[in-house]
């Protein structure tokens, strides 16, 4: 008989709710009071920045406020991101005994690719691409990371039922008008969801039970219905009154000015370089850049690949990504070589480093 891990389903919730949950669970399995357990998840429409980020930097507040997004800040680290009702969160609950490695990219791949399976399931080709995404014909349909708390690790992913990107970029504050068509554009080619995909999003109980079934597989276990005791109910409740507290809301508050978007541009024998990027001055991060112009790049999604790269990054690691990524390409996949988009990114930061 195969052991038995519990599944429960905290259903569609506000982010303080589902974040209150994470931390109640993560905290009640590095106790022992609870065993190893998959919670399915959904949001009511939701901006959430990383533990280690500022909202102010990050999100269109008053674009927040308006539409009723409830902003929120994880107990994980990682990018700022926007959940609704299109997506299905999903969530393991784990010993460290469980895995026999605790190396950071074994598990994702262990985790990964059984999300992966699960997901191929349902008529699309995901595959699991290091480090810690799901992917159908080189677009995303799922993310996922992970947190430790002593011997018990939450290993969260989001799979995308459907996807609005146009909404999901209004509230990431990005620096300049002009380039949320490129940020539009470029989400496009490099997301997509069971709803593009199949033309309909499965119903809600068929994907979960496809994703169950995959983890049950990899880990050679079957999951059980379950109540959440109350234990955990306990810490939840506090962790609800710690998180809707505007202390925990602005653990990490630097204001927007600190993140300017600086610009500069370079003709070169390949072509015209455009370089836009956010730099926060006070961790000395590049944030985020946009790289446009008339050079040429094949394939297409080239530089969509390059610009996820170079995301809170010190200028020496933007340099060595870019050039670390070009090696791997043919040289006439790009027209510009890495020293000079280098040389524009630096042009853009003088006066700053």
Known sequence: MKPRW????????????????????????????????????????????????????????????ALGIQAQRRITGGGAIYFDEGQLGWELFLSRDVFPSVDR??????????????????????????????????RKISGTGGAWEGRALMYQGTLLLDFDVEKMLRILRIPAEKLRDKAVASARERVTSLRRLLGEAPPLGRVQAALAEAFGAAFGVEFVPAELPGTVMERYRRALREMAGEEWLHLVATPRHDAPLLEAMGKFAGGLLRVALAYDRRSRLIKQVWFTGDFFAAPSRLINDLEALLKNVPLPEAEEKIRRFLADYPADALSLSADEMIDVIRRALDGTL
């Not at 990219?105 to 995404?133: H, K």
């Open 6 to 65: 519990e599944v429960v389903d905290t259903g569609l919730r506000g982010a303080t709710e589902n974040l209150a949950y994470d931390r109640a669970l993560l905290e009640a399995r590095e106790a022992g009071e609870i065993g190893n357990t998959l919670r399915f998840l959904r949001f009511t429409p939701s901006a959430l920045v990383g533990c280690h980020q500022s909202l102010e930097q990050e999100l269109d507040l008053d674009f927040c406020a």
């Open 105 to 138: 990219d074994r598990v994702s791949r262990l985790v990964c690719e059984a999300a992966a399976a699960g997901i191929r399931s349902l008529g699309v080709d995901a595959r699991f691409r290091p480090r810690n995404d799901i992917e159908v014909e080189g």
